[in-house]
């Protein structure tokens, strides 16, 4: 049990670290491309994740310059990190793992 704990404690760590690297450097790159370019990218961004049309995508990405690339990377992931540390959360609860 003890090694259960060790790694839930060590994944959680790791998990909190990246989502606070991830929204940090997610706020850096909004402040440089700009709270309306957010905007417009969030809006597009949605669209495609309830899109699977090849041409839709293929067009949304035709107008991305690297800063666009880049913030949608750094969302996507911190999007992914989050929903990893929260079923870690759910899987503590249910196994009544404790970690700090």
Known sequence: MVDDDSFVDDMARELDGAIRMLVERESLLA??????????????FAEILDSSAEQVITEFERWLDSCDNEWISVVTRLRHVRIQRATLGRLCMQTNIRHD
Do not use: F, M, S
Request: aromatic content about 8%; hydrophobic content about 45%; charged content about 45%.
């Open 31 to 44: 402040a440089a491309i700009g709270a309306e370019r957010v905007r417009e990218l969030e809006e597009y």
